[in-house]
């Protein structure tokens, strides 16, 4: 069973992880204690061993603050409904567990056995908590300045893209938005129509029906996820069709 690279060796990982932020800790614990799962601080609780919960609150507002901040010097002629809108698409579960993937963070996290055999080194909300608290280590340790510096290398490219309006998580909403305009209302309705797989990997297949027409499909490992993809398929069709 895969343990995380840092458990298994130390420093020279947490070397390693750190040359892929771009930032170096003094305060190599901090690092630690930022990749460390509940699960993980549990089996070690003998051990003095603490989990990244309280990082993540605080990594969690420091991250709001720096992506209000950017969108109240970018978008100054909008309001605050669109901005906060387009903060909750920077600063959501999907964008951060994206770049965590991108940089390999799973693989350094520290998981209790039960969360290790369950994928826990790939689940969204396991990397996107770690990313949070990631802000909240380079915070503490270095200051804000060098906690923002991080977040907008790591986060730039999300950032630019909501700035540009094509940011979209929820294509569900969307969807289901579009069906009430150009000119027409349809009747949008999601649908599971297949399960598969065992039950701690169970597969759902979800499909969009646009007036009983099939207008786009997609799988997910719960229903919720399954029925944003078959929405973003519903989506990319729409525009193809209609725009």
């Known amino acids: 069973m895969k343990q995380g690279i840092i458990s298994q060796s130390g420093n020279s990982e947490l070397s390693t992880f750190e040359n892929l932020l771009g930032y170096s800790f003094a305060d190599k614990n901090l690092l630690n204690i930022a990749l460390t799962h509940s699960t993980y ?16 609150f605080l990594g969690d507002g420091i991250l709001d603050f720096v992506a209000a901040d950017v969108l109240f010097h970018q978008k100054k002629n909008c309001d605050e409904g669109y901005l906060s809108k387009t903060r909750a698409l920077i600063v959501c579960e999907a ?4 770049k965590a993937r991108i940089m390999g963070l799973g693989d350094y996290l520290r998981l209790g056995r039960g969360e290790e ?15 949070e608290a990631i802000f909240a280590a380079v915070y ?4 804000f300045d060098e906690a923002r510096k991080l977040i907008l290398r790591l986060l730039g490219d999300a950032i630019e893209t909501a700035l540009s309006g094509d940011l979209v998580f929820d294509y569900k909403s969307k969807v289901l938005e579009f069906a009430q305009t ?25 499909a969009v029906f646009m007036d009983d027409e099939i207008f786009g499909q997609g ?8 029925e ?13 069709r209609y725009s």
């Open 95 to 98: 964008t951060l567990a994206a």
């Open 140 to 143: 503490l340790d270095g200051g």
């Open 182 to 206: 150009k000119g027409n209302v349809h009747a949008i309705r999601f649908e599971i129509t297949d399960e598969s797989g065992p039950v701690h990997e169970r597969n759902y297949t979800s």
């Open 117 to 131: 055999s369950t994928g826990g080194r790939d689940k969204p909300s396991n990397l996107a908590n770690a990313m």
């Open 219 to 226: 799988i997910g490992h719960s229903k919720k996820l399954a």
């Open 41 to 56: 601080a549990y089996e070690h609780k003998f051990e003095n061993t603490y989990d990244n919960e309280r990082l993540e």
């Open 228 to 240: 944003q993809e078959a929405a973003k398929a519903a989506y990319k069709e729409w525009m193809i």
